[in-house]
């Protein structure tokens, strides 16, 4: 059974930075997909940004509109970790936020049908 552990949450302020940090446990396999979604109270849940790891050791990165140019996913393969490095922030950005891993779906923000989901953590940004 996939086990995910995020961590880094907390809280910053307007323009602080955040890294968050997504263990996965029992997630092998050649092809993979993780990625960062987030909630806030009384939203809908939107994603962030997804990598995609490729049979031949390829990465590819997608990222939401609202978070481009401020936030970067990357990955530890040997840690089996995906981070999101988060700059910039805004109070917009305040939600819970779900790391999501999943060897056989579409790999995109626009798609949260992963089957391995994460418990979260609370990211707050004050103005």
């Known amino acids: 059974q996939v086990q995910l552990v995020e961590s880094g949450g907390g809280s910053v302020q307007t323009g602080g930075s955040l890294r968050l940090s997504c263990a996965a446990s029992?997630?092998?396999?050649?092809?993979?997909?993780m990625g960062w979604f987030r909630q806030a109270p009384g939203k809908e849940r939107e994603g962030v940004a997804t990598i995609y790891t490729s049979g031949g050791g390829y990465s590819y990165t997608y990222y939401a509109a609202s978070v481009k140019g401020r936030f970067t996913i990357s990955q530890d393969n040997g840690k089996n970790t995906v981070y999101l490095q988060m700059n910039s922030l805004k109070p917009e950005d305040t939600a819970m936020y779900f790391c999501?891993?999943?060897?056989?779906?579409?790999?995109?923000?626009?798609?949260?049908?992963?089957?391995?989901w994460g418990r979260g953590t609370q990211v707050t940004v004050s103005s």
């Open positions: 029992e997630y092998t396999g050649s092809r993979k997909c």
């Open positions: 999501a891993a999943d060897t056989a779906v579409s790999c995109s923000p626009t798609n949260s049908a992963f089957r391995y």
